[in-house]
């Protein structure tokens, strides 16, 4: 089942704030986060655990509720450079990744200066 | 080292005819995933490799296609007798462990013509 990302899409002005939320029916083990530019691959920023602690690198961090199966994204003082497509990717269960992840269909983030 | 290598960048081919897409990944990740994704879509898991073993293949989407990883390094994707559905970009990725993110190639677009 794919999760489901909201807002489909959000358009900034540099230095503000935005929240990007990813929602699955079924409980997960775990919550990749991934931002992809046009024309190029994904690019990995932070997973959660199933019982591990909120992430958070430089001025985005993420969290995961597992009782309500949801995680956000949260990118503040947002710079021209996060502009992208952000992919919430989801684990059902701890199988050593031997299931690979299930993406959700992207939220397009456009910083304006 | 040099990231995830994928080559070609770019195949145009016929339908009906077979073609195959060659992934590197990072030498000391020993997990390989395959990935495929089409416009405006997240990435869409097609199988997994943990070293040369092939330990999830049911996400393949028909028995044409197939994937292999013979010594446990590079890994190649086979899809037979091409359809103008099969037309989408091809993404490898690996990852060391199930608590990394993946390290994804900047992928194969594969147009049937």
Redesign the interface.
């Known amino acids: 089942q794919q999760p489901v990302q909201s807002p489909q899409a959000v358009i900034l002005r540099e230095g503000e704030d935005a929240v990007i939320n990813c929602s699955s029916s079924k409980a997960l083990y775990s919550v990749h986060w991934y931002r992809q530019k046009h024309g190029e691959a994904p690019v990995f920023l932070m997973i959660l655990l199933k019982g591990g602690e909120q992430m958070r690198h430089e001025k985005i961090s993420a969290s995961f509720n597992e009782k309500k199966q949801q995680s956000s994204l949260y990118l503040t003082a947002s710079q021209l450079s996060y502009s992208g497509t952000y992919f919430c990717g989801t684990e059902k269960n701890s199988g050593g990744g031997a299931d690979g992840l299930t993406f959700g269909k992207g939220t397009h983030l456009i910083i304006q200066p | 080292d040099t990231g995830?290598s994928q080559d070609p960048r770019h195949k145009i081919t016929k339908r009906g005819q077979n073609v195959t897409f060659r992934c590197d990944p990072i030498s000391e990740h020993n997990?390989l995933?395959w990935?495929r994704q089409t416009l405006?879509?997240?990435?869409?898991?097609?199988t997994?490799f943990?070293n040369e073993a092939q330990?999830?293949k049911s996400?393949l989407l028909s028995d044409r296609f197939s994937a292999e990883r013979p010594k446990g390094s590079f890994s190649t994707l086979e899809i037979q007798r091409t359809e103008q559905g099969d037309s989408a970009m091809y993404?490898c990725a690996s990852?060391l462990?199930?608590?990394?993110?993946?390290?994804?190639?900047?992928?194969t677009r594969l147009t049937v013509v």
């Not at chain 2, 405006?40 to 097609?46: K, T």
């Open positions: 995830v997990r995933y990935y405006g879509q997240g990435p869409e898991f097609l997994y943990q330990l999830e996400r993404l990852s462990s199930p608590r990394d993110g993946y390290t994804f190639g900047s992928g």
